[in-house]
């Protein structure tokens, strides 16, 4: 995969268009927030989040589906089970995944991050191909955005602490920081 720094998008990914995001105020990308995904809650493979970041999922399909059709959110990107990489927006645009959020006294983290979704639940371990494509895909974020430091690579529940768990514990930090620490020498 490789990034295009004036366009902001992927090459060698799937792109899945998300009308659900708008410019970035200040241009700048800072941040990298890792999130989980599944709809329903556990349940695998759907194409529901696909549907869900494009506007098109059906309330009456599941009963949890009710609550969230309506709500317009995004992130921009989706990392499947298998390592399936999915781009909905463009890195030089603001996804709409974090939400009431704040890093380091800094409010409205949509503003300056990028967001990457990892289909999965707090408590169930996350594969080893999403693993390998989460650590490819920063690689390539940091390439383009140097500011992504690894001490700028947080999960959702870093910036929105007692509203949000996720990537949640099941979630292997010290892998990821490793494994990146270990590529930049």
Same mark, same amino acid.
């Given at each position: 995969?490789?990034? +295009? ?13 998300? %009308?659900?995001?708008?410019? !970035? ?19 695998? @493979?759907?194409?529901? =989040?696909q549907a869900f970041f ?40 603001? /996804? ?9 006294? !800094? +409010? ?6 990028v967001g990457i979704e990892? *289909? @999965? ?10 693993? =390998? ?5 920063? !690689? ?6 140097? /500011? ?6 947080? @999960?959702?529940? +870093?910036? /929105? %602490? ?12 010290? !892998?990821?920081r490793m494994t990146l =620490?270990? *590529? /930049?020498?």
């Amino acid at each position: 995969m490789r990034l +295009d720094p004036s366009s902001g998008w992927c090459e060698g990914v799937e792109h899945c268009p998300s %009308p659900n995001f708008n410019q !970035r105020p200040l241009g700048e990308v800072s941040l990298l927030v890792i999130h989980n995904i599944s709809l329903p809650p556990g349940q695998f @493979g759907t194409g529901k =989040v696909q549907a869900f970041f494009q506007n098109h999922l059906d309330s009456n399909e599941h009963p949890y589906f009710a609550g969230i059709a309506s709500m317009t959110v995004s992130a921009h990107f989706l990392i499947e089970r298998g390592g399936g990489v999915t781009q909905f927006v463009s890195c030089n645009e603001r /996804a709409w995944h974090a939400g009431q959020s704040c890093f380091e006294g !800094r +409010d409205n983290c949509n503003d300056f991050s990028v967001g990457i979704e990892l *289909e @999965g639940t707090d408590d169930v371990p996350f594969t080893e191909p999403q693993y =390998v494509a989460l650590i490819a895909l920063t !690689r390539e974020l940091q390439a383009v955005y140097p /500011a992504i430091t690894l001490e700028r690579i947080c @999960g959702h529940s +870093d910036i /929105a %602490p007692g509203r949000k768990t996720d990537p949640g514990p099941a979630f292997d930090w010290s !892998r990821v920081r490793m494994t990146l =620490v270990k *590529e /930049a020498k």
